[in-house]
């Protein structure tokens, strides 16, 4: 979900919809989002606002020549009113190669501070190796600078590599940008995101691979960034989001995550270019993505069917 400047919210739905809610009403439906690729871990993915105001950003699944898929981001711009629709709708990248499988997608996305660059996290798609190819996208994070617009400026360029499921890419207070990602059984990652940097995805991880079979640890390749942080047993991020509101004063700069497994809020407190877990509080049901209110208050969004969009405030 993405916050626009009157506190209204864009919500997409995996299989399609982009949804616009304002407080107090029933959330429409957009008219013009694209026809994407539904299945499996794939469909209509992020969405994020630009800093302008003036455009937004989407990502989703996008299928390809015979079996393969891959992930796109498009550029667009909101007509608000009684039918609110997309307009000028534009593909401004394409995730390269497109593989088989429906899986780590990845396609988060978040503006730098200076407005100047869209980076985008692009999974491995469950192929692992690539995420080792500096000449593919898979398993990376992109940066593509754009202009004032939020419209591309220059070519897109592989800006870290190592990486295996990006579920959260945020940039801190302090204009550092940050990621999360899944692990296999075990090792989701917090990772302070650095230029040329590579996490070491399938080489190294803190978790193992779901047969069972062994996977070294950071500690034997400190030629590899090792995380921030890692959770053994699993957090399953869904999203986050640095606090930086006025109802929790005591967690500004604080980072609070999203978790489906087990479902809840994590919060996490950054220490440099390390990072502790600082409280966990518990939801009902898995957590997909959470957001920080104009006042301060925590937005979260329930997955899968029958989810709810809550607001969480202070007692």
């Given at each position: 979900?993405?916050?626009?400047g009157?506190?209204?919210?864009?919500?997409?739905?995996?299989?399609?919809?982009l949804?616009?809610?304002?407080?107090?009403?029933?959330?429409?439906e957009?008219?013009?989002?694209?026809?994407?690729?539904?299945?499996?871990?794939?469909?209509?993915?992020?969405?994020?606002?630009?800093?302008?105001?003036?455009?937004?950003?989407?990502s989703?699944?996008?299928a390809g020549?015979?079996?393969?898929?891959?992930?796109?981001?498009?550029?667009?711009?909101?007509?608000?009113?009684?039918?609110?629709?997309?307009?000028?709708?534009?593909?401004?990248?394409?995730?390269?190669?497109?593989?088989?499988?429906r899986?780590?997608?990845?396609?988060?996305?978040?503006?730098?501070p200076?407005?100047?660059?869209?980076?985008i996290?692009?999974?491995?798609?469950?192929?692992?190796q690539?995420?080792?190819?500096?000449a593919?996208?898979?398993?990376?994070?992109?940066?593509?600078?754009?202009?004032?617009?939020?419209?591309?400026?220059?070519?897109?360029?592989?800006?870290?590599?190592g990486?295996?499921?990006?579920?959260?890419?945020?940039?801190?207070?302090?204009?550092?940008?940050?990621?999360?990602?899944?692990?296999?059984?075990g090792?989701d990652?917090?990772?302070?995101?650095?230029?040329?940097?590579?996490?070491?995805?399938?080489?190294?991880s803190?978790?193992?691979?779901?047969?069972?079979?062994?996977?070294?640890?950071?500690?034997?390749?400190?030629?590899?960034?090792?995380?921030?942080?890692?959770?053994n047993?699993?957090?399953?991020?869904?999203?986050?989001?640095?606090?930086?509101?006025?109802?929790?004063?005591e967690?500004?700069?604080?980072?609070?995550?999203?978790?489906?497994?087990?479902?809840?809020?994590?919060?996490?407190?950054?220490?440099?270019?390390?990072?502790?877990?600082?409280?966990?509080?518990?939801?009902?049901?898995?957590?997909?993505a959470?957001?920080?209110?104009?006042?301060?208050?925590?937005?979260?969004?329930?997955?899968?069917?029958?989810?709810?969009l809550?607001?969480?405030?202070?007692?």
């Amino acid at each position: 979900m993405a916050q626009l400047g009157d506190g209204a919210l864009l919500v997409t739905e995996k299989k399609g919809r982009l949804l616009l809610w304002q407080n107090g009403k029933q959330a429409v439906e957009v008219a013009g989002a694209p026809k994407v690729d539904y299945g499996g871990q794939g469909g209509l993915g992020d969405v994020i606002v630009h800093p302008s105001g003036k455009a937004i950003y989407l990502s989703w699944a996008e299928a390809g020549d015979g079996d393969t898929r891959g992930a796109v981001v498009a550029r667009a711009e909101l007509v608000h009113g009684a039918t609110p629709s997309l307009a000028n709708l534009e593909v401004i990248w394409r995730q390269t190669p497109k593989v088989t499988g429906r899986g780590h997608y990845s396609h988060r996305m978040a503006v730098s501070p200076d407005g100047k660059s869209l980076f985008i996290a692009s999974g491995e798609r469950q192929k692992m190796q690539p995420a080792q190819d500096p000449a593919s996208d898979l398993g990376k994070v992109i940066r593509l600078p754009i202009d004032a617009a939020g419209k591309p400026a220059g070519a897109a360029e592989r800006y870290s590599l190592g990486h295996r499921n990006i579920l959260g890419l945020q940039f801190a207070p302090d204009g550092r940008l940050w990621e999360i990602e899944h692990g296999p059984a075990g090792g989701d990652e917090l990772n302070l995101v650095r230029q040329g940097a590579n996490y070491g995805w399938p080489l190294v991880s803190e978790g193992k691979h779901y047969s069972g079979e062994f996977i070294p640890p950071h500690s034997t390749r400190p030629d590899f960034a090792a995380p921030a942080l890692f959770w053994n047993p699993v957090i399953a991020p869904g999203g986050m989001v640095f606090y930086t509101g006025r109802m929790w004063p005591e967690w500004r700069g604080q980072l609070l995550i999203g978790a489906m497994n087990p479902s809840g809020v994590v919060r996490v407190k950054i220490d440099g270019d390390k990072a502790s877990e600082e409280a966990r509080y518990p939801m009902d049901k898995r957590i997909r993505a959470i957001a920080q209110a104009p006042d301060g208050a925590l937005l979260v969004l329930e997955d899968k069917a029958g989810g709810r969009l809550l607001r969480l405030s202070r007692k």
